[in-house]
């Protein structure tokens, strides 16, 4: 290479260099579209919400949260994946749309190469709950009571793909048990069921049912962390009742159109982890049930990787169809 072309070379790349720091410097220069795949008041629209305010302030822009419910939250999924790649179109997606519905629906995108990963959001727990009426006081006498009336058991859920669905059938692979699925629309019919005894047991979010919990209303027999939680601590885990495979929770991400600048990605994901800090932010998590976990950007996209593939399997090994 000679001389002039080696400086036309540093010229070119100095020039791409500055274009893209003056990008991620202006970023964002116009209203920016939060999609959320749940309907209004929901779990998901809460956070984007949440964030959509922090954000606001913080970088001085608006941002608007769409609600595109249906089709296990991939509809917004979809309308993000085929968005311009200039950080403009946002997602808060959870693990049904990201690693669930891609296993049982015919998507016109791939969620793994066709979205671009920000950060984790929030990680919710779930609960092993019973009606306060049911006899079984602990997971191990539910499973023998299981076992032993099979006819008699069938467990709710938020819907067919769902985490909840999910949760449950993995409880009758690990326990041997053949409690029937009962799909409801959303988590409040199916607390409603729960306490009146039509269905027997259910395995959802601490942000759905803690009030229920904490009312009287419905029994936690454990939780699917590895450690107990602090608004719970005579809840056992899954863990240490003998079933780690229960380890399910409902995860919240933050994601964009893939393709987006990588200096744009990272200043929304610095944006992000600033706004999880605020203490009144912390306290709203806590509230929900929810953990932070600090994750870098490559834990984050492994992480999410790594769930597409585990829920595939335990979608295969339940034998779980779209309906």
Same mark, same amino acid.
């Given at each position: 290479?000679?001389?002039?072309?080696? *400086?036309?070379?540093?010229?070119?790349?100095?020039?791409?260099?500055?274009?893209?720091?003056?990008?991620?410097?202006?970023?964002?220069?116009?209203?920016?579209? *939060?999609?959320?795949?749940?309907?209004?008041?929901?779990?998901?629209?809460?956070?984007?919400?949440?964030?959509?305010?922090?954000?606001?302030?913080?970088?001085?822009?608006?941002?608007?949260?769409?609600?595109?419910?249906?089709?296990?939250?991939?509809?917004?999924?979809?309308? +993000?994946?085929?968005?311009?790649?200039?950080?403009? +179109?946002?997602?808060?997606?959870?693990?049904?749309?990201?690693?669930?519905?891609?296993?049982?629906?015919?998507?016109?995108?791939?969620?793994?190469?066709?979205?671009?990963?920000?950060?984790?959001?929030?990680?919710?727990?779930?609960?092993?709950?019973?009606?306060?009426?049911?006899?079984?006081?602990?997971?191990?006498?539910?499973?023998?009571?299981?076992?032993?009336?099979?006819?008699?058991?069938?467990?709710?859920?938020?819907?067919?793909?769902?985490?909840?669905?999910?949760?449950?059938?993995?409880?009758?692979?690990?326990?041997?048990?053949?409690?029937?699925?009962?799909?409801?629309?959303?988590?409040?019919?199916?607390?409603?069921?729960?306490?009146?005894?039509?269905?027997?047991?259910?395995?959802?979010?601490?942000?759905?049912?803690?009030?229920?919990?904490?009312?009287?209303?419905?029994?936690?027999?454990?939780? +699917?962390?590895?450690?107990?939680?602090?608004?719970?601590?005579?809840?056992?885990?899954?863990?240490?009742?003998?079933?780690?495979?229960?380890?399910?929770?409902?995860?919240?991400?933050?994601?964009?159109?893939?393709?987006?600048?990588?200096?744009?990605?990272? #200043?929304?994901?610095?944006?992000?982890?600033?706004?999880?800090?605020?203490?009144?932010?912390?306290?709203?998590?806590?509230?929900?049930?929810?953990?932070?976990?600090?994750?870098?950007?490559?834990?984050?996209?492994?992480?999410?990787?790594?769930?597409?593939?585990?829920?595939? #399997?335990?979608?295969?090994?339940?034998? *779980?169809?779209?309906?």
């Amino acid at each position: 290479m000679n001389r002039k072309t080696f *400086i036309s070379a540093a010229m070119a790349t100095l020039l791409a260099l500055g274009a893209g720091a003056s990008l991620a410097q202006d970023y964002p220069a116009k209203p920016v579209r *939060i999609m959320v795949g749940a309907t209004a008041g929901g779990g998901t629209d809460i956070l984007a919400r949440m964030l959509a305010d922090k954000f606001r302030v913080s970088m001085k822009q608006s941002f608007v949260v769409e609600n595109r419910p249906g089709a296990a939250n991939t509809l917004a999924a979809d309308a +993000t994946a085929k968005a311009p790649a200039d950080g403009y +179109t946002l997602l808060v997606a959870t693990n049904t749309g990201q690693a669930i519905a891609p296993h049982l629906l015919k998507l016109a995108y791939d969620p793994l190469k066709d979205l671009q990963p920000i950060g984790m959001v929030v990680v919710v727990p779930h609960l092993l709950l019973v009606g306060a009426d049911e006899k079984a006081r602990s997971a191990g006498e539910l499973i023998a009571e299981i076992k032993a009336n099979p006819s008699r058991y069938a467990y709710a859920s938020s819907g067919i793909g769902s985490t909840q669905h999910i949760a449950g059938e993995s409880l009758n692979l690990t326990a041997g048990t053949k409690a029937v699925h009962v799909p409801y629309k959303g988590s409040s019919a199916a607390h409603t069921d729960l306490i009146g005894g039509q269905v027997q047991f259910m395995l959802d979010t601490t942000s759905s049912a803690m009030g229920q919990v904490k009312a009287g209303a419905l029994r936690a027999l454990a939780v +699917t962390t590895p450690k107990r939680l602090d608004e719970l601590p005579n809840v056992p885990t899954v863990r240490e009742l003998g079933m780690p495979s229960l380890e399910i929770t409902t995860w919240y991400g933050l994601y964009t159109t893939a393709g987006t600048p990588r200096d744009v990605v990272d #200043k929304l994901g610095a944006e992000l982890q600033r706004t999880l800090k605020l203490p009144d932010v912390q306290e709203r998590l806590r509230a929900l049930g929810g953990q932070s976990e600090d994750l870098t950007l490559q834990q984050f996209t492994e992480f999410g990787r790594s769930e597409f593939e585990r829920f595939g #399997k335990l979608v295969k090994a339940a034998n *779980i169809k779209a309906q």
